[in-house]
């Protein structure tokens, strides 16, 4: 009487790995060797398989639940196995979300402000300023609220533009989001919350000022009267 003996299969669902969420489909590769070399593959997931879960290798379809999950763990089994039990093996993939970034909104100051307060969001992740400007920002660019130092070159071009751009984006892409900053030049900054009682003949007037701009251009636009007055709007 002989006896047969078979070797128990060696099954490899592949090395764990990571995608972006933007991802609708992922290639998922197994080996099986041994007593058989068939397989079966499963998983905590709710996408489709194509062509189908009996191929070894295949095209995972992911599902907005696999999304939502962040991962998902793949099982390979070994089929076929004759006497021997059936083998697996397992890979997890995960998900990393694409990042949501917010640099603020656009601002208008005066040049004698001097300093640019920015405040910006990036989740899950961290992100780095830049500018068309030629100043610094502290404590750094890194910082996702730093200040921006404005200097004469900014004054001269009447505005910055900031991006703020995502970092540790791992395999998805960087995401930007952009700010401007407008400047006036002081001589146009009489302020923003004044009101000026305009005298013209033949008429009389209340001008609320809504942006910088100098007492001559204010009379110039409502004619060649005089001011009686300016008093702060509280």
């Known amino acids: 009487m002989s006896v047969g003996v078979s070797q128990i299969a060696t099954v490899s669902a592949g090395a764990n790995q990571a995608i972006c969420s933007t991802t609708s489909t992922l290639a998922i590769s197994g080996n099986v060797s041994g007593v058989t070399s068939t397989g079966f593959w499963t998983s905590n997931g709710t996408g ?63 040049e004698s402000q001097g300093l640019v307060s920015l ?66 030049k002081a001589g146009f900054c009489k302020c923003r919350s004044q009101r000026a009682i305009v005298f013209n003949k033949p008429k009389r007037f209340a001008y609320r000022k809504r942006e910088c701009w100098n007492s001559k251009r204010l009379m110039d636009k409502h004619g060649n009267g005089k001011f009686s007055s300016v008093s702060n709007i509280t």
């Open 48 to 110: 489709a398989y194509n062509p189908g879960a009996g191929f070894l290798n295949n095209t995972y379809f992911l599902s907005l639940t696999d999304i939502a999950n962040g991962s998902v763990i793949f099982t390979l089994t070994s089929t076929n196995n004759g006497p021997c039990p059936s083998v697996i093996d397992t890979v997890m993939v995960s998900i990393i979300p694409l990042a949501q970034v917010n640099a603020g909104t656009d601002q208008l100051i005066c």
């Open 119 to 184: 405040s910006g969001t990036v989740n899950p992740n961290n992100g780095s300023w830049t500018s068309t400007g030629t100043g610094n920002f502290s404590p750094s660019s890194f910082s996702l609220t730093p200040t921006y130092s404005i200097t004469a070159n900014d004054i001269a071009a009447g505005f910055v533009t900031f991006t703020l751009t995502s970092t540790g984006n791992g395999p998805c892409p960087a995401v930007r989001d952009s700010v401007k900053v407008n400047i006036r």
